[in-house]
């Protein structure tokens, strides 16, 4: 009879464990995402079904199944949680970091952004990080910035072997600060982390590659940030166009940008799908923008610090989030444009009309596309779609990776996620070409 019971206890467990990663799940999608992260989270819904149906089964499986069972699934975790341990504290990084270093003879800078940042405010108290507008939207304030501190120099990122910095202008952009002096403006680029030239260091990005190829008297304007989005980038245009209304605007999407908004939890950024009037005017507000963003960075350095400790630690790695990410990174889904993207494009499309602007579209396929030599995929051609129908000119960066041997010179040696100099400077030769070519310019 005891035996039973524990056998029964055994079966209790698992059921009580995978109620309790269904609700956990539903709490995160609905409650904290507010449902707008569904898709993301179905695959979790899916995996927390079948082990409660597992739960079930076991009450009725024989004594040694039962156990086999339970060592089976005990172990299984326990090797997932070793090896998340390990992603935890770096360890398989710290072999690549040697493999670098040994091709290059060049010290790799293992430091992460927050560590960095603490070194280099012992020099520069007045040192910045990069703040990804797209990940404030959890700070439903008065306000919502789009850029990062202004006149600030600015640790960015490292994927090159050491951190890429940039000095912001009076908006916070990545930008030279004379670029909005100057009365002909030529040029304006939204997208994410490529179109901001994320992991150099200027003047090796797209935008300072294509102002060496044009009149000096005539700007390119950065409007693009990391980790943005097709709804923060159309805000970005919202914002700032008026007061630069140049003659083309360059907008890089990323293959994965699908349209599925987070962001759409936030009420201010929710205003500009609602209402083409609304407004924060934030370039009379960036006083207010530089107070706010470092609040929120004093909040995440002290946040980071928390991380590191080691019940935090502990947790994540319960919760086998580094191998869960890793997973997203390497995994990426070709999932068709979402719902928001054709109507994002279009508002954008009449921002571009209104001011009597060129808007052309580039298209940037992942790593993982460029390496497995798959570059039509369901991302790409549901775009594409969307631009042929509402007439938008557009150029696709494969052309850069018609040779899948030769494709990695664009990228860094450890972690091919962006460009290196070579590879931004190709796609803005590309871009310059395309609008010399078409538009009987430049």
């Not at 630069?244 to 293959?255: A, F, G």
Request: charged share 25%; proline share 2%; glycine share 4%.
């Amino acid at each position: 009879m005891l035996s039973k019971f524990k056998l029964n206890l055994i079966s209790l467990i698992y059921l009580f464990l995978s109620l309790s990663l269904l609700f956990y799940t539903s709490y995160k999608s609905e409650i904290i995402h507010e449902g707008i992260k569904a898709s993301f989270y179905a695959k979790y819904y899916i995996f927390s079904f079948i082990l409660i149906l597992i739960s079930f089964a076991s009450f009725f499986l024989k004594k040694n199944i039962q156990q086999n069972l339970f060592l089976s699934v005990l172990s299984s975790y326990l090797i997932l949680f070793t090896v998340d341990v390990l992603l935890e504290n770096n360890i398989f990084n710290q072999i690549n970091f040697k493999k670098y270093e040994f091709q290059t003879k060049r010290e790799y800078d293992r430091r992460d952004r927050y560590q960095i940042f603490n070194d280099t405010k012992k020099l520069n108290t007045e040192v910045k990080i990069t703040l990804p507008p797209s990940h404030l939207y959890k700070y439903n304030k008065e306000i919502y910035p789009l850029a990062g501190i202004s006149n600030s120099e600015t640790i960015n990122c490292n994927e090159n072997g050491e951190y890429s910095y940039f000095t912001s202008d009076r908006f916070g952009f990545n930008n030279p600060d004379t670029e909005w002096d100057k009365k002909n403006k030529l040029i304006t680029i939204i997208g994410d982390s490529y179109g901001m030239g994320s992991c150099v260091s200027r003047p090796f990005d797209i935008a300072s590659n294509l102002r060496k190829k044009i009149k000096n008297n005539f700007s390119v304007i950065n409007l693009a940030y990391g980790g943005n989005n097709l709804l923060v980038e159309y805000a970005s245009l919202r914002e700032y166009f008026e007061i630069i209304e140049s003659k083309y605007i360059i907008w890089l999407i990323y293959e994965d940008d699908s349209g599925e908004l987070d962001q759409l939890s936030n009420t201010i950024l929710k205003k500009y799908l609602s209402d083409e009037n609304f407004s924060q005017f934030l370039p009379k507000k960036q006083k207010i923008i530089d107070e706010h963003l470092n609040n929120i960075l004093s909040q995440k350095t002290l946040e980071y610090k928390k991380n590191k400790d080691l019940t935090k630690k502990a947790i994540k790695s319960f919760k086998l989030y580094n191998l869960r990410n890793l997973f997203r990174v390497y995994n990426l889904n070709y999932t068709k444009f979402g719902i928001y993207a054709k109507q994002i494009i279009k508002k954008v499309k009449k921002v571009s009309d209104n001011n009597n602007s060129n808007l052309i579209v580039v298209y940037v396929p992942s790593v993982k596309t460029i390496k497995t030599g798959k570059l039509d995929n369901i991302n790409k051609s549901s775009l594409i779609e969307i631009l042929k129908q509402e007439n938008i000119d557009y150029i696709n960066l494969d052309q850069m990776f018609l040779d899948p041997k030769d494709y990695a010179k664009y990228f860094p040696i450890l972690t091919p996620g962006h460009y290196n100099e070579l590879g931004y400077k190709k796609i803005s030769q590309i871009i310059y070409k395309y609008i010399r070519n078409t538009f009987d310019v430049l």
